[in-house]
T-cell receptor, first 110, second 118 residues
Framework: SQQGEEDPQALSIQEGENATMNCSYK?????LQWYRQNSGRGLVHLIL?????REKHSGRLRVTLDTSKKSSSLLITASRAADTASYFC??????????FGTGTRLKVLA | NAGVTQTPKFQVLKTGQSMTLQCAQD?????MYWYRQDPGMGLRLIYY???????DKGEVPNGYNVSRLNKREFSLRLESAAPSQTSVYFC?????????????????FGAGSRLTVL
């Protein structure tokens, strides 16, 4: 089974609302990253949080990491239609292996 | 600056045929990766190459082989394609550096190669 599991699998919100998606993983990690994938495209890196960090911000993105619970959350504030995409967490196991979760499909309605 | 380039973008094969997916990066990255993406499964790591001259198995290596031709290029070969290998394949690369250095460990992806095996 996969290292990362995102929750929810799909999320539909109105423009201007906040979107929260969660990621759970199974083994110890060096860092956890979030990526975005627009339909039919490659993945684009959004933000990285290291195992000794608890919270990180980048623009409208806020990521938290709880290593005791092996979970992370990504918050997108004031969502826009352009945020419509799939979002994936990826765990760095420290051996050059990056394992991705199953993804959350976000739809932001204008 | 092209980043990560994959070829071909689309390919249709018959069961049993062989083919090679090509990947090249121009960012002087050390590490390169091959993932496959199937609906509802996210991305699964097939093989990776931590540095030139080394390759290692990922989560789903069966049915595939890889070659790290040089620092720039990392190819994925299907020796005898099966319908279960119908998927979108992504190549990615990451720069050298320690976990504490900015930009280290961040993956840059190619646009993907859509493979259909009939």
């Amino acid at each position: 089974s996969q290292q990362g599991e995102e929750d929810p699998q799909a999320l539909s919100i109105q423009e201007g609302e906040n979107a929260t998606m969660n990621c759970s993983y199974k083994t110890s990690i060096n860092n956890l990253q979030w990526y975005r994938q627009n339909s039919g495209r490659g993945l684009v890196h959004l933000i990285l949080i290291r195992s000794n960090e608890r919270e990180k911000h980048s623009g409208r993105l806020r990521v938290t990491l709880d290593t005791s619970k092996k979970s992370s959350s990504l918050l997108i504030t004031a969502s826009r239609a352009a945020d419509t995409a799939s979002y994936f967490c990826a765990t760095d196991l420290g051996t050059y292996k990056y394992i991705f979760g199953t993804g959350t499909r976000l739809k932001v309605l204008a | 600056n092209a980043g990560v380039t994959q070829t071909p973008k689309f390919q249709v094969l018959k069961t049993g045929q062989s083919m090679t997916l090509q990947c090249a990066q121009d960012m002087n990255h050390n590490s390169m990766y091959w993932y496959r993406q199937d609906p509802g499964m996210g991305l699964r790591l097939i093989y990776y190459s931590a540095s030139e001259g080394t390759t290692d198995k990922g989560e789903v290596p069966n049915g595939y082989n890889v070659s790290r031709l040089n620092k720039r290029e990392f190819s994925l070969r299907l020796e005898s394609a099966a319908p279960s290998q119908t998927s979108v394949y992504f190549c990615a690369s990451s720069p050298p550096g320690t976990a504490t250095q900015s930009g280290a460990n961040v993956l840059t992806f190619g646009a993907g190669s859509r493979l259909t095996v009939l």
